[in-house]
């Protein structure tokens, strides 16, 4: 059977983008792993109508909304290799089952990789964090800092200053003069220092132990983490990808569609920077613009 759409990714733009098409009565696939990147955290802010829910529960609402619509079917496992097959796109899954697609939509978003210091992991998405408007408020006028890990950590850092008093932590890089001259008006400290571990009880964050035997005292940690695909298929469709500071990201036009006329793609991997919000908004990019194709051709 050859379905309107198969969509890769059952997170909030996977979902988004298969709530369109299911409304437009269109056949649609998505197939999830069932590992959205927010789910290290137990509570999504900024979502209009949602501030301060469970990302989780989020999710398995629209699951279960998406699968009322007679046309669909939300698929549990891994797609592992997706090739053009005429005009239309035959993805293979894990178990060697294959579906087939007119329109194919990408949304299996990104994989974190986090520097390897000891308490890091275990925090992340709790007190060690990415975004200020996604968690900011809630440690607002602690002692917050940012983890160095490109020159982009300097802004971050003068960012993070609008929530509260903060440290860049330097973990042994280099800062440039005039970073310094701007961090230190805006009155962000500078810690030169090697971070050994994070401490405190549980997934709280109260400390950072230095090379030298130090501990500055801090609550929350941001940090940019280097991010990369966390599925091939974007590099075996032959799409187009580019190099952003946060890591690759699938190029797009407007439309959500990406350099193989009929792959689409949505959410964290083809934007920057990211939310919840955003990745809805273009899951129903993608997912609209799909349907016109398959409605005009």
Same mark, same amino acid.
């Given at each position: 059977m050859k379905h309107d759409a198969v969509i890769v990714g059952g997170s909030f733009a996977g979902l988004a983008a298969a709530t369109y098409l299911a409304r437009a009565r269109r056949s649609v696939r998505v197939i #999830? @792993?069932?590992?959205? &990147?927010? /789910?290290?955290?137990? *509570?999504?802010?900024?979502?209009?109508?949602?501030?301060?829910?469970?990302?989780?529960?989020?999710?398995?609402?629209?699951?279960?909304?998406?699968?009322?619509?007679?046309?669909?079917?939300?698929? #549990? =496992?891994e797609a592992v290799q997706a090739r053009a097959d005429g005009d239309a796109f035959r993805i293979t899954l894990a178990g060697g089952a294959e579906l087939t697609a007119s329109k194919l939509i990408l949304a299996? $978003?990104? /994989?974190?990789?986090?520097?390897?210091?000891?308490?890091?992991?275990?925090?992340? $998405?709790?007190?060690?964090?990415?975004?200020?408007?996604?968690? =900011?408020?809630?440690?607002?006028?602690?002692? !917050?800092?940012?983890?160095? /890990?490109?020159?982009?950590?300097?802004?971050? *850092?003068?960012?993070? +200053?609008?929530?509260?008093? @903060?440290?860049l932590y330097l973990n042994g890089a280099d800062l440039d003069p005039a970073d310094a001259?701007?961090?230190?008006? /805006? =009155?962000?400290?500078?810690?030169? $220092?090697? +971070?050994?571990?994070?401490?405190?009880?549980?997934?709280? !964050?109260?400390?950072?132990?230095?090379?030298d035997g130090r501990h500055r005292q801090?609550?929350?940690?941001?940090?940019?983490?280097?991010?990369?695909?966390?599925?091939?298929? *974007?590099?075996?469709?032959g799409v187009a990808i580019e190099d952003s500071p946060f890591g690759p990201l699938i190029g797009t036009d407007e439309n959500k569609m990406t350099s193989v006329p009929g792959v689409y793609a949505a959410g964290d991997i083809a934007r920057a920077p990211h939310s919840v919000s955003w990745a809805v908004?273009?899951?129903? @990019? *993608?997912?609209?613009?799909?349907? &016109? +194709?398959?409605?005009f051709g």
């Open positions: #999830d @792993t069932g590992k959205p &990147r927010n /789910r290290f955290t137990e *509570a999504s802010h900024g979502f209009l109508g949602q501030d301060g829910s469970d990302p989780r529960q989020i999710l398995d609402t629209a699951s279960t909304q998406l699968s009322a619509y007679p046309s669909v079917e939300i698929l #549990d =496992g299996f $978003g990104l /994989r974190d990789v986090l520097p390897d210091i000891p308490g890091l992991q275990e925090r992340w $998405g709790k007190t060690v964090l990415h975004c200020p408007y996604c968690h =900011g408020f809630e440690f607002s006028d602690r002692a !917050l800092g940012v983890l160095y /890990r490109t020159p982009m950590s300097v802004h971050h *850092a003068l960012l993070i +200053a609008e929530w509260g008093p @903060t440290t001259e701007t961090l230190a008006q /805006r =009155g962000v400290a500078v810690e030169p $220092g090697v +971070a050994m571990r994070l401490e405190g009880d549980g997934t709280s !964050l109260s400390s950072i132990a230095l090379e801090v609550e929350a940690l941001y940090i940019a983490p280097q991010s990369c695909l966390s599925s091939p298929l *974007a590099e075996q469709l908004a273009d899951g129903v @990019t *993608a997912g609209t613009s799909a349907h &016109r +194709a398959l409605v």
